[in-house]
T-cell receptor, first 114, second 111 residues
Framework: DSGVTQTPKHLITATGQRVTLRCSPRSGDLSVYWYQQSLDQGLQFLIQ???????AKGNILERFSAQQFPDLHSELNLSSLELGDSALYFC?????????????FGPGTRLLVL | GEDVEQSLFLSVREGDSSVINCTYTDSSSTYLYWYKQEPGAGLQLLTYIFSNMDMKQDQRLTVLLNKKDKHLSLRIADTQTGDSAIYFC???????????FGQGTELSVKP
């Protein structure tokens, strides 16, 4: 158990809908990362937050947004869902968000868009 | 640019050594990691190496880094059936924590 929790574990929804994925980092970690794992794109970095502020952005679509709240939990919002958004979404956390720090991954949320 | 490549499959017999290879194109990758993903589970950090190191050993795991060829390998000694999983190498630059992952190597250990 990494100490990072993600809810829900599984999500099934329809195209055009909007969903919110939630992540709680390990106790004491200030930085949160979101990654998407799909069959065709592999594991891709989406976005990183540190202490409530966006720190780095990767291949995140405009239909997706995220935020980190004062209690340090984070939410990833996916809207106007398409079939291709079906994937495993991971959250990870680290202490300060710098390179060389260990990122601890949650178990992931499996999203299926029908 | 940023690119990390791995072979997709490796099959070994229990008790043998496994060697999983990875090449990366970004010479700015200062930190290189190996993660393990078991079916239905998240990513578990196995080990990492800084770019100023050539080798790191941690129990059954040995990481070798050839900076000239931008080649990273993970050797698992005395491979067990419980080692069957997908292994990802990943790189991170100095200025940020984001990880660039390879496609993953599926290791199958046969008894």
């Amino acid at each position: 158990d990494s100490g990072v929790t993600q809810t829900p574990k599984h999500l099934i929804t329809a195209t055009g809908q909007r969903v919110t994925l939630r992540c709680s980092p390990r106790s004491g970690d200030l930085s949160v990362y979101w990654y998407q794992q799909s069959l065709d794109q592999g594991l891709q970095f989406l976005i990183q937050y540190y202490n409530g502020e966006e720190r780095a952005k990767g291949n995140i679509l405009e239909r997706f947004s995220a935020q980190q709240f004062p209690d340090l939990h984070s939410e990833l919002n996916l809207s106007s869902l398409e079939l291709g958004d079906s994937a495993l979404y991971f959250c990870a956390s680290s202490v300060r968000g710098g390179a060389g720090e260990t990122q601890y991954f949650g178990p992931g949320t499996r999203l299926l868009v029908l | 640019g940023e690119d990390v490549e791995q072979s997709l499959f490796l099959s070994v017999r229990e008790g043998d050594s496994s060697v999983i290879n990875c090449t990366y194109t970004d010479s700015s990758s200062t930190y290189l990691y190996w993660y393990k993903q078991e079916p239905g589970a998240g990513l578990q950090l196995l080990t990492y190496i800084f770019s100023n190191m050539d080798m790191k050993q941690d129990q059954r795991l040995t990481v070798l880094l050839n900076k000239k060829d931008k080649h990273l390998s993970l050797r698992i000694a005395d491979t067990q059936t419980g080692d069957s999983a997908i292994y990802f190498c990943a790189g991170a630059r100095n200025q940020g924590g984001k990880l660039i992952f390879g496609q993953g190597t599926e290791l199958s250990v046969k008894p």
